[in-house]
T-cell receptor, first 115, second 111 residues
Framework: EAGVAQSPRYKIIEKRQSVAFWCNPISGHATLYWYQQILGQGPKLLIQFQNNGVVDDSQLPKDRFSAERLKGVDSTLKIQPAKLEDSAVYLC?????????????FGQGTRLTVV | KQEVTQIPAALSVPEGENLVLNCSFTDSAIYNLQWFRQDPGKGLTSLLLIQSSQREQTSGRLNASLDKSSGRSTLYIAASQPGDSATYLCAVRGGAQKLVFGQGTRLTINP
């Protein structure tokens, strides 16, 4: 079974530029998460999709971040314009529809450096 | 709002010791709890998943326990090895498939 795929692995941009990250979840997984992980901290949820609908985007800085999940499969997270404090690892995860036995699987992450 | 806390933030022990990592959560209405390992610059690797009705799960040298009523989980690592050095994260799954993480424990095993 293929895992969660993310690209790119690394990205360096200047502040005020825009950047986009891509995620392909495990086939058949309805739930897709984007997390931001700043160095030395735990992952913070940015947005959660159930199929192609948004379940939770309460911590997404909507003035600069946007995300979409077309056709309930792949997802794209965009930052425009980037700030220095956006430097972090962006993690994508997916999980199935169940509850007690549902496991989350993570991609390798995209490390963003804003200079 | 679910909050997850991991103690200690960092731990350094000599090789061969047994050790315990702690995870606590504020809302006991969870479906399951997952322990992850994260190596520097890498994504998260799932180690163990404990369902809300279970008390513990074992995988090799790892044993995770769950006391849902008190909002606590522990990850026990037996006979630690230098290759166990990593950051260990716990995450709880609640309603609407929400997955909330702790801050992690950075573990160093010294040869």
């Amino acid at each position: 079974e293929a895992g969660v795929a993310q690209s790119p692995r690394y990205k360096i941009i200047e502040k005020r530029q825009s950047v986009a990250f891509w995620c392909n979840p495990i086939s058949g997984h309805a739930t897709l998460y984007w997390y931001q992980q700043i160095l030395g901290q735990g992952p913070k949820l940015l947005i959660q999709f159930q199929n192609n609908g948004v379940v939770d985007d309460s911590q997404l800085p909507k003035d600069r971040f946007s995300a979409e999940r077309l056709k309930g499969v792949d997802s794209t997270l965009k930052i425009q314009p980037a700030k220095l404090e956006d430097s972090a690892v962006y993690l994508c995860a997916s999980s199935g529809q169940g509850t007690v036995n549902t496991e989350a699987f993570f991609g390798q992450g995209t490390r963003l450096t804003v200079v | 709002k679910q909050e997850v806390t991991q103690i200690p933030a960092a731990l350094s022990v000599p090789e061969g010791e047994n050790l315990v990592l702690n995870c606590s959560f504020t809302d006991s209405a969870i479906y399951n709890l997952q322990w992850f390992r994260q190596d520097p610059g890498k994504g998260l690797t799932s180690l163990l998943l404990i369902q809300s009705s279970q008390r513990e799960q074992t995988s090799g040298r790892l044993n995770a326990s769950l006391d849902k009523s008190s909002g606590r989980s522990t990850l026990y690592i037996a006979a630690s090895q230098p290759g166990d050095s990593a950051t260990y994260l716990c995450a709880v799954r609640g309603g609407a498939q929400k997955l909330v993480f702790g801050q992690g424990t950075r573990l160093t095993i010294n040869p």
